[in-house]
Antibody
Framework: QVQLVQSGAEVKKPGASVKVSCKTS????????IHWVRQAPGQGLEWMGW????????YYAQKFQGRVTMTRDTSITTAYMELTSLRSDDTAVYYC????????????WGQGTLVTVSS | EIVLTQSPATLSLSPGERATLSCRAS??????LAWYQQKPGQAPRLLIY???NRATGIPARFSGSGSGTDFTLTISSLEPEDFAVYYC??????????FGQGTKLEIK
């Protein structure tokens, strides 16, 4: 079955960077985009951007441009999301999700990675 | 940019009752609307796509309807495991990942 398994929780200080991984299995990695979505505590879903695993092309939401980088390693069918210059309001659960194309339904999702930014 | 507005913010019902959740788009999204369920501590799960199609493994008590700007998710008879937060999402227009703010379905 299709699975997306994310790396474990992180605690970072303000100004630091975090890199979250999303290991995929059960399908052809290069046939689907990987999108990243975050959810602050008690809040809704906020889309961050996508990566095309086949080409490595990316698109980032304007809010995150300059601070986020999405990459992939096709040899291990894993996608990554790195966020720099962390602030306290970046504290959130970060999800990866498989999407057929640049703009489609998110299915399935990874289990989520909690990133806590605190001094 | 399309804005999705969900109502009510919170819905309090009892098991066995019928639940009706609404999602309204600021402009037409045709039929390109999905519903997700999120339980505490879990990732969202796709329930309904293209307004009325159930995703794989979703029970028949979940149904979706609507087109254009007004959409409804109906749960015909609530089971204890259905109490969760529900989000709608559109894919008709850019940007991707446009979600509503969510409706919390809680036990009365």
């Amino acid at each position: 079955q299709v699975q997306l398994v994310q790396s474990g929780a992180e605690v970072k200080k303000p100004g630091a960077s975090v890199k979250v991984s999303c290991k995929t299995s059960g399908y052809t990695f290069t046939d689907y985009y990987i999108h990243w979505v975050r959810q602050a505590p008690g809040q809704g879903l906020e889309w961050m951007g996508w990566i095309n695993p086949k080409s490595g092309g990316t698109y980032y939401a304007q809010k995150f441009q300059g601070r986020v980088t999405m990459t992939r390693d096709t040899s291990i069918t894993t996608a990554y999301m790195e966020l720099t210059s962390l602030r306290s309001d970046d504290t959130a659960v970060y999800y990866c999700a498989r999407v057929e194309g640049v703009n489609n339904w998110f299915d399935p999702w990874g289990q989520g990675t909690l990133v806590t930014v605190s001094s | 940019e399309i804005v999705l507005t969900q109502s009510p913010a919170t819905l309090s019902l009892s098991p066995g009752e019928r639940a009706t959740l609404s999602c309204r788009a600021s402009q037409s999204v045709r039929i390109y609307l999905a519903w997700y369920q999120q339980k505490p501590g879990q990732a969202p799960r796709l329930l309904i796509y293209d307004a009325s199609n159930r995703a794989t493994g979703i029970p028949a008590r979940f149904s979706g309807s609507g087109s254009g700007t007004d959409f409804t998710l109906t749960i015909s008879s609530l089971e204890p495991e259905d109490f969760a937060v529900y989000y709608c999402q559109q894919r008709s227009n850019w940007p991707p990942g446009t979600f509503g703010q969510g409706t919390k379905l809680e036990i009365k």
